[in-house]
Structures are given as structure tokens and as C-alpha cells.
């Protein structure tokens, strides 16, 4: 897979035969607990919290869950999943980017439960966009225990006396 850095411009310094520095790819994740999962519509009074094992649960029909979703910028989202009670896998969640003027896209949505990897546009930009997973409409006892993004992330390093690299 290419490297894709497009806010680099420049690359200066790349070392020379005895001392070479890379760019890599690594492959990183972020989790979301269900802590940072807000409840919207119709009351976000109608949830209970749950700190052991770390869930929301709507208690009413149609509350739908939004969580911010923060990633380093120029990474590469390859793989989303929200995780959920088996009442819950029945519902939808899509991973959204909106601009700062209002107009928002998805770019990946799947049922609770399951992961997508196709995702569309998967470039951060955090100078012109914003991340966010929303759910659809969960029901009554519906359980939301988190979500998991998977993203590549390149890194310089230079090689080492033993032939390895270290990150700089």
C-alpha cells in the first residue's frame, strides 16, 4: 500500500547509504467508550450509564447516539465497527465527516456489530472537516458498549547500528 502524506510538501534529510531514514506505515487504533456516546431524540434523559463494562443504554424508542471521533490528520481510516447488546445489532451506525459549514458525508456505515472497511474518502482532514459516528434509531434496552477505528499512520524512522529502525 502507498504511503499517502498530502499535507508534506518536503522531505529533507532521508540519511544517506550507512544511515538511511524511512517512512512507514503503521497500523494503529482508537477506541470510543461508550462514555463519549451522547443520546439525542428524543430525551437524552432516557439512557442509564453504566460504568462496570462501560455502556449506554436507551431506555425510550428512537434515541439515536452520537459519539465525536477524533484521528490524527493525513492518517488512513481502513476499518470502523460500533459495538453493541445483540438487541442492537438490528440497528445502523455510519461514521460521518462534515465540513465547517454544516454539509456532512458518510463515509462508512455498517449494522452494530459489524465492522466496514470500505471506506469512502479515507484521508483525515482535520483542517477542513470534523468526525463523528451516529446511530440510527435504538430501542428501549438497546445497548451501545463502544466503537473501534482501525487507521494507518506513517512515521519516519532511521535505521539503527543492529539493522532495525527506531521512530524519530
Known amino acids: 500500500m502507498a504511503l499517502n502524506l498530502p499535507r508534506i510538501k ?10 538511511p531514514i524511512t517512512i512507514e506505515e503503521t497500523e494503529e487504533f482508537i477506541t470510543i467508550p461508550a462514555e463519549n456516546f451522547t443520546a439525542e431524540n428524543p430525551n437524552s434523559d432516557d439512557v442509564t450509564r453504566g460504568v462496570a463494562g462501560g455502556r449506554i443504554q436507551a431506555q425510550a424508542d428512537g434515541i439515536r447516539f452520537f459519539a465525536p471521533v477524533n484521528l490524527p490528520s493525513g492518517s488512513t481510516i481502513i476499518e470502523v465497527i460500533v459495538y453493541g447488546n445483540a438487541a442492537a445489532t438490528a440497528e445502523i451506525w455510519g461514521l460521518y465527516r462534515a465540513n465547517h459549514t454544516g454539509g456532512a458525508n458518510e463515509k462508512a456505515a455498517e449494522n452494530i456489530g459489524t465492522a466496514d472497511t470500505s471506506i469512502t474518502d479515507p484521508i483525515v482532514n482535520n483542517e477542513d472537516n470534523i468526525y463523528y459516528i451516529l446511530t440510527s434509531s435504538l430501542d428501549t434496552n438497546d445497548t451501545i458498549y463502544g466503537a473501534r477505528i482501525k487507521y494507518l499512520k506513517g512515521i519516519l524512522s532511521e535505521s539503527t ?6 521512530a524519530l
Do not use: A, Q, R
Open 10 to 19: 518536503k522531505i529533507v534529510g532521508l540519511g544517506n547509504k550507512e544511515d
Open 161 to 166: 547500528e543492529s539493522g532495525g529502525f527506531k
